[in-house]
């Protein structure tokens, strides 16, 4: 499955940003899916994961609360809704598919990744 990653950009603390995130190749639905954050100079680092029916998700203790990730297996899109914005949420953000109805925050047990897209937060 190939994923594209788009909707980064640059936002003020107390923001919001939407990110998508479009699948192509295979069954969207048979894929659980997730968002990881890479800033600089640090490790990639889970985010958000959904399985593939999108009724059971899991978040960061960083981001809970403030961000929410969806899924719409007609459109073959994962999106990650980002509120209440704070510069520590700066990154690139990487959208993420493995096979199965399973949700993972495991970076490993991910198959396939898209580009990323860059989400800078101002202060």
């Known amino acids: 499955v190939q994923l594209q990653a788009s909707g980064g950009g640059l936002a003020q603390a107390g923001g919001s940003l939407r990110l998508s995130c479009a699948a192509s190749g295979r069954t969207f639905s048979n894929y659980a899916m997730a968002w990881f954050r890479q800033a600089p100079g640090k490790e990639r680092e889970f985010v958000a994961t959904?399985?593939?029916?999108?009724?059971?998700?899991s978040y960061a203790d960083s981001v809970k609360g403030r961000f929410t990730i969806s899924r719409d297996n007609a459109k073959n899109t994962v999106y990650l809704q980002m509120n209440s914005l704070k510069p520590e949420d700066t990154a690139v953000y990487y959208c993420?598919?493995?096979?199965?109805?399973?949700?993972?925050?495991?970076?490993?047990?991910?198959?396939?990744w898209g580009q990323g897209t860059q989400v800078t937060v101002s202060s």
């Open positions: 993420a598919a493995r096979l199965g109805y399973r949700k993972s925050m495991v970076e490993h047990e991910y198959d396939y």
């Open positions: 959904i399985s593939w029916g999108g009724g059971l998700t």
